[in-house]
């Protein structure tokens, strides 16, 4: 069997992995090395081929291979290895060494100092949902059908009714608009919009589709390929209300009905996950409960924007390289972080106060939209930190920071929560 | 005529509509900020949109190859773009950056490669 031992070992080369890789190297650390399963570097952003990256860390407007490309041009002059085509299999936290194979080498072992997980998510599929009725062709994800376009060539269908108001799917209804198909619907479950307000903007009102809002597919009809879905109103429970169904002719439909983290790799290292984000549950330099493995972007909680899965991954891959280093941070206190009303999760979930003082950011999501909030983050009844909102949806994503010099006021629990809603 | 839009300027997102007749705009209504005003008189007047699509690439490792329109073009030229794209074929090799289409439709727009 092949053997090679790194300092850092980064699974998957999406933005995650890139920006992870960049840092170790930065840190001093002589030997990195990315391992993916594809073809090539960029992860997802290789189909993303759509404008609406990099806003934030380069203040420019990028599609999603650009945004990329400004990472992996870095990943040759700084001497990260890269093993592509390999697909990593099991992790064995024991003896730090994890074995993946390829087609030149068969099984690798590959030991690592420290470890990174950056297998990015994929998409739920029709199954996760259960709708009932045939099982014809012309049921897609939306993201396999982005690649099947955007890197293929291979158009999927021509009337589509699109399944979840995702930014997925609405990225690929302007997509298809634009290749000449016809997008009869956007249908939503919830009674509001999952995605950004940019996308419903530029990719469904600038070509007059249909969004339902509150509605869901009942019924798939068709032999071989998809002929009709059957639409309905639901009521406060998420339930079709009988007498509000109506059918649409169309040829495919796309499922944009969201992502799950790729954790089986986590669970094979015996990694401890937060049963919300469904990712690994780490602490503030992106440690996850297993020693010298760490987490970032996708495979640690669904992101909106890639800008911040870099930030994000950017500590992750400073610290794991740190760690391989041989430097230490010994906790004098660990807080939980709870979330309070009114928000689903928070990441990172717990913090370690050491001598290492930084600004520490906290991204969470709110369960429900509101107007005009106050947001808080308080520890023994103390408030830490206040933000104002204009407003807040569970569709975007929010950030607030803990200033260095507020980490000594931390007990053993700080609390996030929508603090004052003024309507 | 009245036209409503929601404006992309901050998160608020305000539903903004604009009264007019022909070209001229009689009454704006909706904004919470003065910087509503402008993002709707452009959205009403000449709305702009970057394009990204794909076109057809020969002996390059896929069959289809990504661009984009170097700036916004206006909105009522994007089919007609996509048209002359759409005829478009470009050989390997294929550089980031690489001009595909010039000037498409006298817009003063290029077209470019975003992948390498
Ligand atoms: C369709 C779509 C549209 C988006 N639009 C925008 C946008 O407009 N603006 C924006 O800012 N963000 C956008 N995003 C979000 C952003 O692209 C993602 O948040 C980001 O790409 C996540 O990066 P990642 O590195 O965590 O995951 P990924 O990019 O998914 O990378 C994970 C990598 O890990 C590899 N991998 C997984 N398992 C293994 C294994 N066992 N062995 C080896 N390799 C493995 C995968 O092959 C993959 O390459 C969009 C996302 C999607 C899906
Ligand atoms: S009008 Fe002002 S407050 Fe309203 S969305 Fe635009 S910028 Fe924001």
């Given at each position: 069997?092949?053997?090679?031992?790194?300092?850092?070992?980064?699974?998957?080369?999406?933005?995650?992995?890139?920006?992870?890789?960049?840092?170790?190297?930065?840190?001093?650390?002589?030997?990195?090395?990315?391992?993916?399963?594809?073809?090539?570097?960029?992860?997802?952003?290789?189909?993303c081929?759509?404008?609406?990256?990099?806003?934030?860390?380069?203040?420019?407007?990028?599609?999603?291979?650009?945004?990329?490309?400004?990472?992996?041009?870095?990943?040759?002059?700084?001497?990260?290895?890269?093993?592509?085509?390999?697909?990593?299999?099991?992790?064995?936290?024991?003896?730090?060494?994890?074995?993946?194979?390829?087609?030149?080498?068969?099984?690798?072992?590959?030991?690592?100092?420290?470890?990174?997980?950056?297998?990015?998510?994929?998409e739920?599929?029709?199954?996760?949902?259960?709708?009932?009725?045939?099982?014809?062709?012309?049921?897609?994800t939306a993201g396999?059908?982005q690649?099947?376009?955007?890197?293929?060539?291979?158009?999927?269908?021509?009337?589509?009714?699109?399944?979840g108001?995702g930014d997925i799917g609405m990225i690929m209804?302007?997509?298809?608009?634009?290749?000449?198909?016809?997008?009869?619907?956007?249908?939503?479950?919830?009674?509001?919009?999952?995605g950004?307000?940019?996308?419903?903007?530029?990719?469904?009102?600038?070509?007059?589709?249909?969004?339902?809002?509150?509605?869901?597919?009942?019924?798939?009809?068709?032999?071989?390929?998809?002929?009709?879905?059957?639409?309905?109103?639901?009521?406060?429970?998420?339930?079709?209300?009988?007498?509000?169904?109506?059918?649409?002719?169309?040829?495919?439909?796309?499922?944009s009905?969201?992502l799950?983290?790729?954790?089986?790799?986590?669970?094979?290292?015996?990694?401890?996950?937060?049963?919300?984000?469904?990712?690994?549950?780490?602490?503030?330099?992106?440690?996850?409960?297993?020693?010298?493995?760490?987490?970032?972007?996708?495979?640690?909680?669904?992101?909106?924007?890639?800008?911040?899965?870099?930030?994000?991954?950017?500590?992750?891959?400073?610290?794991?390289?740190?760690?391989?280093?041989?430097?230490?941070?010994?906790?004098?206190?660990?807080?939980?972080?709870?979330?309070?009303?009114?928000?689903?999760?928070?990441?990172?979930?717990?913090?370690?106060?050491?001598?290492?003082?930084?600004?520490?950011?906290?991204?969470?999501?709110?369960?429900?939209?509101?107007?005009?909030?106050?947001?808080?983050?308080?520890?023994?009844?103390?408030?830490?930190?206040?933000?104002?909102?204009?407003?807040?949806?569970?569709?975007?994503?929010?950030?607030?920071?803990?200033?260095?010099?507020?980490?000594?006021?931390?007990?053993?629990?700080?609390?996030?929560?929508?603090?004052?809603?003024?309507? | 005529?009245?036209?409503?839009?929601?404006?992309?300027?901050?998160?608020?997102?305000?539903?903004?509509?604009?009264?007019?007749?022909?070209?001229?705009?009689?009454?704006?209504?909706?904004?919470?900020?003065?910087?509503?005003?402008?993002?709707?008189?452009?959205?009403?007047?000449?709305?702009?949109?970057?394009?990204?699509?794909?076109?057809?690439?020969?002996?390059?490792?896929?069959?289809?190859?990504?661009?984009?329109?170097?700036?916004?073009?206006?909105?009522?030229?994007?089919?007609?773009?996509?048209?002359?794209?759409?005829?478009?074929?470009?050989?390997?090799?294929?550089?980031?950056?690489?001009?595909?289409?010039?000037?498409?439709?006298?817009?003063?727009?290029?077209?470019?490669?975003?992948?390498?």
């Amino acid at each position: 069997m092949f053997e090679t031992n790194y300092d850092v070992v980064i699974i998957g080369a999406g933005p995650a992995g890139l920006a992870a890789a960049i840092e170790a190297k930065k840190v001093g650390t002589q030997k990195v090395l990315i391992v993916e399963r594809d073809h090539a570097l960029g992860g997802i952003l290789q189909q993303c081929i759509h404008p609406g990256f990099g806003l934030h860390i380069f203040n420019e407007e990028l599609t999603g291979p650009e945004y990329a490309y400004r990472f992996i041009g870095q990943i040759k002059p700084l001497g990260i290895d890269v093993l592509l085509n390999t697909m990593v299999l099991d992790i064995h936290s024991d003896d730090k060494r994890l074995y993946a194979v390829n087609r030149e080498r068969g099984v690798c072992n590959i030991g690592y100092k420290s470890l990174v997980l950056a297998m990015g998510c994929r998409e739920r599929t029709r199954g996760a949902i259960a709708i009932p009725g045939t099982r014809p062709a012309g049921i897609f994800t939306a993201g396999t059908a982005q690649r099947y376009i955007n890197m293929q060539g291979y158009m999927v269908g021509r009337e589509f009714v699109i399944l979840g108001s995702g930014d997925i799917g609405m990225i690929m209804a302007r997509r298809l608009t634009l290749e000449g198909a016809k997008v009869k619907a956007v249908v939503e479950i919830m009674p509001y919009l999952t995605g950004l307000t940019r996308n419903k903007v530029q990719c469904l009102d600038d070509f007059d589709i249909p969004l339902f809002l509150k509605h869901t597919i009942t019924d798939i009809k068709g032999k071989n390929r998809v002929e009709k879905v059957t639409v309905a109103q639901v009521d406060d429970n998420l339930c079709p209300i009988k007498g509000t169904e109506w059918d649409i002719d169309c040829d495919t439909l796309l499922l944009s009905v969201g992502l799950i983290p790729e954790n089986e790799l986590s669970k094979k290292a015996q990694v401890k996950l937060d049963p919300i984000t469904l990712g690994p549950i780490v602490k503030q330099r992106m440690e996850t409960s297993i020693k010298n493995i760490y987490a970032c972007g996708n495979v640690l909680h669904v992101n909106d924007l890639a800008d911040n899965v870099t930030v994000e991954s950017q500590i992750a891959g400073m610290y794991a390289g740190l760690n391989a280093l041989g430097k230490e941070f010994k906790p004098r206190k660990v807080t939980e972080c709870i979330p309070g009303e009114y928000i689903r999760y928070i990441v990172p979930q717990k913090l370690e106060v050491t001598e290492d003082r930084q600004d520490i950011s906290l991204y969470f999501r709110v369960k429900e939209p509101a107007r005009n909030v106050t947001l808080e983050i308080s520890s023994k009844g103390e408030t830490i930190a206040r933000a104002r909102r204009q407003k807040i949806n569970p569709g975007e994503m929010e950030k607030m920071k803990i200033k260095a010099d507020a980490i000594d006021k931390l007990g053993d629990e700080l609390i996030v929560s929508v603090a004052e809603v003024k309507s | 005529m009245q036209k409503t839009f929601t404006c992309l300027i901050c998160p608020v997102g305000c539903e903004i509509t604009v009264t007019a007749t022909g070209d001229t705009i009689e009454r704006i209504e909706g904004h919470e900020c003065k910087r509503g005003i402008p993002y709707v008189t452009d959205e009403f007047l000449n709305p702009k949109r970057i394009l990204t699509t794909t076109v057809k690439a020969d002996g390059a490792q896929f069959p289809v190859v990504s661009v984009r329109s170097d700036k916004p073009l206006p909105k009522n030229k994007i089919f007609d773009c996509m048209e002359v794209l759409k005829k478009t074929r470009i050989k390997a090799p294929i550089t980031m950056g690489q001009v595909v289409v010039e000037d498409i439709l006298d817009t003063g727009v290029n077209i470019i490669v975003t992948r390498c």
